[in-house]
């Protein structure tokens, strides 16, 4: 199984500060016929399931804010909110679809 | 509108069964993969199982290989968790959720882009 690992495991960030997270894969999640990159993001806010927020490395879902993006490729990757805001506090979780699924361990986002 | 909407979850003793019921609608139920995703109190996500659109193919983590079962029924637009020998480790929510996708393909799978509220298994004595 492809393992993720997401860095830090909590960060606090300011308001209207950017806040980065880092997700790293045990093997590439590039697909080589294709160029394209098998990994999404999710957003979990308390006593609520996943949101969807970005598939395929970089592509945001419908109605999710442009301050949240996702960049990267191959093994490692990086979702970004370039402004926080309070709504944006949540666990985030990357999500490899490359072979199988997993996720990664979740990275709890508070406001400093 | 895309909803899901589990349900069937409870107490139960260890080695018990309980059945999660996973309905569907606002689209082609036919047409997806459906998954179940558990995350155990204060724990992560860990896609336990999935079946895909037209039933043909499932699969199931480890930890839960030879005691639950994954089913649908495409007609009702619902699909199903059989859970069987149940044990304390099996203790968490469990979501089901719709993928973006009919079935894995080469390997290669899918992301999961709506979920239900989910619905809480407890296997305690």
């Known amino acids: 199984d492809i393992v993720m690992t997401q860095s830090p495991d909590s960060l606090a960030v300011s308001l209207g500060e950017r806040a980065t997270i880092n997700c790293k894969s045990s093997?590439?999640?590039?697909?080589?016929?294709?160029?394209?990159?098998?990994l999404a993001w999710y957003q979990q806010k308390p006593g609520q399931p996943p949101k969807l927020l970005i598939s395929?490395?970089?592509t945001r879902e419908s109605g999710v804010p442009d301050r949240f993006s996702g960049s990267g490729s191959g093994t490692d990757f990086t979702l970004t909110i370039s402004s926080l805001q309070a709504e944006d506090v949540a666990v985030y979780f990357c999500?490899?679809?490359?072979?199988?699924?997993?996720f990664g361990q979740g990275t709890r986002l508070e406001i400093k | 509108e895309v909803q899901v909407v589990e349900s069937g979850g409870g107490l139960v003793q260890p080695g018990g069964s309980l059945r999660l019921s996973c309905a569907a609608s606002?689209?082609?139920?036919?047409?997806?993969?459906m998954a179940w995703v558990r995350q155990a109190p204060g724990k992560g996500l860990e896609r336990v199982s999935a079946?895909?659109?037209?039933?043909?193919?499932?699969y199931y983590a480890d930890s839960v290989k030879g005691r639950f079962t994954i089913s649908r029924d495409n007609s009702k637009n619902t699909f199903y968790l059989q859970m069987n020998s149940l044990r304390a480790e099996d203790t968490a929510v469990y979501f089901c959720?719709?993928?973006?996708?009919?079935?894995?393909?080469?390997?290669?799978?899918?992301?999961?882009?709506?979920w239900g509220q989910g619905t809480l298994v407890t296997v305690s004595s």
């Open positions: 999500q490899q679809y490359y072979s199988s699924i997993t």
């Open positions: 093997q590439s999640v590039l697909y080589s016929s294709n160029n394209i990159n098998y």
């Open positions: 395929w490395a970089s």
């Open positions: 606002g689209f082609t139920f036919s047409d997806y993969a």
């Open positions: 959720a719709k993928g973006r996708a009919p079935y894995c393909s080469g390997g290669r799978c899918y992301s999961l882009d709506y």
């Open positions: 079946i895909s659109g037209s039933a043909a193919h499932t």
